[in-house]
């Protein structure tokens, strides 16, 4: 098969392998969540020669396990982390701008109860300084807060709990998918040129006669070779793992981090539309979210530390999931809050839980989970490795931005142009997305329903017609996939666009991330798993030639991974769902 334009396939992926293991970089990124996606699309759109590897699939560890929120994050006012919450608020509204199809502001309820520390006059100052941040940021696109009395709450979030309920206010912040806001950014630097590859580990580095990293020593997870990548700079973007990561460097090594655990349940729609932002009503107490997600609703997070030793690194591949203890401590807090939704673990769809890539506090080593800054820091060892941890999801752009910066200060190394940020391929027109679409249903709708050029657009942007293409080339992969949920649904076209534009290798990459299966449908994707396999087996098998025995082999291996990943999942509910 003839390799197609933009093409970002396991057929790349063998010949990035091959360019990785003979060309040297300018810079090598390690890591393909949020943070080294977006530093690949700056750096190689600024002229560096950029490369990324990802041990596992990209965003496969925090930065698809988020509240999946865009906001400024109203609580740090509290803190007077008045830098972190400006800057958050205008990489926030630049990408309700910029990606409207993946961030879309929604609204929030805070409502304010007589046993709250903070009073409603307390709060309302606090929304307005937040509000006034977001203005002064530019591009703001919502509409400043209210203040909703407690009656008023009969008709904004009737059933919430009124006992004790003071008032509350009416706000707005942001929701994203972050699984897809980074597979976004890694198209996009691949489309501008960089060389990039999942599964791909770093298991050690090689220093040149100044005791400088300069090589990275990788291993193939899919093929079991190992090879080294040179670069004149080593970049460590890998969250949680940065400590990990760096110990391979310098025996040594002392942890900068402090990882924190965050869990979040998917249950039955709680809420009217509305994001809501309450306290728990256990120790430790913090404040937690419930959004909206389709029918249903994300609830989190928890803020807990590793339990392990200092250079145990283990608790990051094992501790992955929501566990008995951490569901209960959620669902106390709802119970509470919606008395007469009566959720029970039998009730949740799915769960899912990630590590935050904290900086421990150097001053004040006894702060709460809860109280550890979320500002990021970039640091570099003697050895020459340098290394981004902390930060938010929300401002990715700006650490970008920061990193880019700091490596063409510090570092021999040229750009082309002042510092900007690239536009994502995934929306490169000027329209809103509501004009977007209008202009697609009067162009195509004679040729494809309408309603499937909405549902391509809301998900993929202007790469919708991609998706159609598939079609026009084989009609039945407009059909949808069978046994699905409503708000999991997909069609068929989708899994040969991911094989063929996405990088995606196994079932887990298109289940979990490039659709979130896992999460929206109520088996979990079970039912539909022998289809999906099928489609996905088939297009693997025209790319990389594999003889039906191959095939059938990755089908059985593909299906046994996924199914533990749902009993993993499910392991922390007391009843699971036959």
Not at 55 to 66: C, E, I, P, Q, V
Not at 373 to 390: K, P, Q, T, V, Y
Request: net charge positive; charged share 25%.
């Amino acid at each position: 098969m003839k390799i197609i334009e933009n093409e970002f396939s396991a057929r790349t992926r063998l010949a990035n392998i091959k360019k990785l293991s003979q060309e040297e970089f300018d810079i090598l990124i390690i890591g393909g969540g949020i943070t080294g996606a977006g530093v690949s699309c700056i750096s190689q759109y600024h002229g560096l020669k950029t490369a990324l590897v990802e041990m596992n699939d990209f965003a496969s560890g925090t930065s698809s396990k988020s509240s999946k929120l865009l906001h400024g994050g109203l609580r740090y006012l509290e803190k007077l982390k008045f830098k972190l919450v400006f800057e958050a608020l205008r990489d926030r509204n630049k990408l309700f701008k910029e990606l409207p199809h993946i961030s879309k502001p929604i609204p929030f309820i805070a409502p304010v109860y007589n046993f709250y520390k903070q009073n409603l006059f307390i709060i309302n100052s606090g929304v307005t300084l937040y509000d006034f941040l977001s203005f002064i940021s530019k591009n703001m696109l919502n509409s400043f807060h209210k203040i909703i009395t407690k009656d008023k709450f009969n008709e904004v979030e009737p059933n919430i709990r009124k006992e004790n309920l003071t008032g509350g206010i009416l706000y707005y912040d942001g929701y994203c998918d972050d699984a897809r806001l980074t597979i976004e950014n890694i198209k996009t630097a691949h489309n501008l040129g960089a060389t990039i590859c999942n599964y791909l580990k770093v298991i050690g580095f090689k220093k040149d006669e100044n005791n400088k990293v300069n090589e990275a020593i990788v291993f193939d997870i899919i093929s079991g070779q190992t090879f080294n990548i040179k670069a004149k700079v080593i970049l460590n973007a890998c969250g949680p793992w940065v400590d990990l990561v760096n110990s391979y460097s310098d025996n040594s090594y002392k942890n900068k981090l402090k990882p924190t655990k965050g869990i979040h349940i998917i249950v039955p729609k709680i809420t009217n539309d509305n994001a809501v932002f309450i306290k728990t009503i256990e120790k430790p107490i913090r404040w937690i979210f419930i959004i909206p997600y389709g029918d249903y609703s994300i609830i989190g997070t928890t803020d807990t530390e590793a339990k392990t030793k200092d250079n145990d690194y283990s608790y990051l591949d094992y501790d992955n999931y929501a566990q008995e203890d951490e569901i209960d401590y959620l669902l106390k807090t709802i119970n509470y809050y919606y008395p007469n939704s009566k959720i029970s673990k039998n009730d949740i769809i799915s769960s899912y839980a990630g590590w935050r890539p904290l900086i421990a506090p150097s001053e004040n080593k006894h702060l709460s989970e809860s109280d550890i800054s979320r500002e990021h820091e970039i640091f570099e060892l003697d050895n020459g490795i340098i290394s981004i941890a902390g930060g938010k999801l929300t401002t990715y752009i700006s650490m970008s931005k920061e990193i880019l910066n700091y490596i063409i200060k510090n570092r021999n190394l040229k750009v082309i142009d002042k510092l900007d940020f690239p536009k994502l391929t995934c929306w490169n027109t000027n329209l809103n997305l509501k004009e977007f679409i209008n202009s697609q249903k009067i162009l195509l709708s004679k040729k494809y329903d309408e309603n499937l050029i909405e549902y391509l657009i809301n998900k993929y942007g202007t790469e919708f017609y991609k998706i159609l293409s598939i079609i026009e080339i084989s009609p039945v992969m407009r059909e949808e996939i069978k046994n699905l949920s409503y708000n999991a649904k997909i069609i068929k076209a989708e899994i040969i666009y991911s094989v063929l534009y996405e990088m995606t290798i196994t079932l887990k990459d298109f289940m979990i991330r490039r659709n979130r299966i896992l999460l929206k449908d109520k088996e979990q994707g079970l039912y539909a798993l022998d289809e999906i396999a099928e489609i996905m087996s088939f297009s693997l098998s025209t790319i990389l030639y594999w003889d039906n025995e191959t095939r059938l082999n990755w089908i059985k291996k593909q299906k046994e991974d996924y199914i533990k990943e749902v009993e993993l999942t499910n392991a922390g509910k007391k009843s699971i769902k036959k």
